[in-house]
């Protein structure tokens, strides 16, 4: 068994943006990523000097095609969770404040989601533990 100090460690942020009406955006993965066909928060990997927030202002405009600055994510949870070849420490923030209608970019699926429903959709093991944090917020 591989010592889990062994993996690399894979930081990652996700963003919970909400609507006007507390709904949560999802992504699914489309087919050809790995966990293709699983629910998400938007987000993605935090490349050399980004902050979290950097990323995410980054990835929501590049994924979604929306506008938000640094100050409008408010850090809500993380998720720490160990994959076969990496751990990932994933900070979630959450996100009310932004330009724009999010458009799926990069051939995802997007759906608005009540918190409550969040168990409906099948997401990758790392998201479940952000679930309760959300729908205690909302």
Not at 6 to 27: E, F, G, M, Q, S
Not at 121 to 134: F, K, S, T, V
């Amino acid at each position: 068994m591989t010592d889990p100090a062994d993996k690399p460690l894979l930081l990652v942020a996700a963003c919970a943006l909400l609507d006007t009406d507390n709904r949560i955006l999802l992504a699914r993965r489309p087919a050809g990523k790995s966990m293709a066909g699983l629910w998400e928060f938007p987000g993605g990997k935090v490349e050399t000097g980004e902050t979290p927030e950097d990323t995410l202002v980054r990835e929501l405009a590049e994924e979604l095609g929306i506008v938000t600055e640094k100050p409008c994510l408010a850090p809500l949870s993380f998720a720490s969770h160990a994959y076969d070849a990496f751990h990932l420490l994933m900070p979630l923030f959450v996100c009310r404040k932004y330009q724009g209608i999010p458009v799926p970019r990069e051939g995802q699926e997007l759906k608005w989601v009540r918190a409550q429903a969040l168990r409906d959709y099948p997401m990758p093991p790392a998201d479940l533990p952000l679930i309760p944090a959300l729908q205690d917020l909302l």
